[in-house]
């Protein structure tokens, strides 16, 4: 499987971005489809995942009611809607796939190469 994420970028604080990743190769499968984003220094923080058979989705806190996570499986794409956008939520990007533990990072099988989301106070 490989993943392709885009549509990073640079954003004033409070604008809107919308993340995709595309995935090619063999499909997403019954496991989860997640977003991650680290910082340098930091470890990578899980923000939103999604799963493909149901579509249940799970949320970060710190980014509940402002991030939603979206899929459609006819164009095997994940979207991940970041409004609201806050200066802390600058950090580059992963998609994954494969986990059966959504928030876990270490459980996913496959990571698309990262895109960088700034946002200037």
């Known amino acids: 499987v490989q993943l392709q994420a885009s549509g990073g970028g640079l954003v004033q604080a409070g604008g809107s971005l919308r993340l995709s990743c595309a995935a090619s190769?063999?499909?997403?499968?019954?496991?989860?489809v997640g977003w991650f984003r680290q910082v340098p220094g930091k470890e990578r923080e899980f923000v939103a995942a999604?799963?493909?058979?149901?579509?249940?989705?799970i949320i970060a806190d710190s980014v509940k009611g402002r991030f939603t996570i979206s899929r459609d499986n006819a164009v095997h794409t994940v979207y991940l809607q970041m409004n609201s956008l806050k200066p802390e939520d600058t950090a580059v990007y992963y998609c994954?796939?494969?986990?059966?533990?959504?928030?876990?990072?270490?459980?996913?099988?496959?990571w698309g190469q990262g895109t960088l989301v700034t946002v200037s106070s």
């Open positions: 190769g063999r499909t997403y499968g019954d496991y989860a």
């Open positions: 994954a796939v494969g986990s059966t533990s959504p928030t876990v990072a270490a459980t996913y099988s496959y």
């Open positions: 999604v799963t493909r058979r149901t579509g249940t989705t």
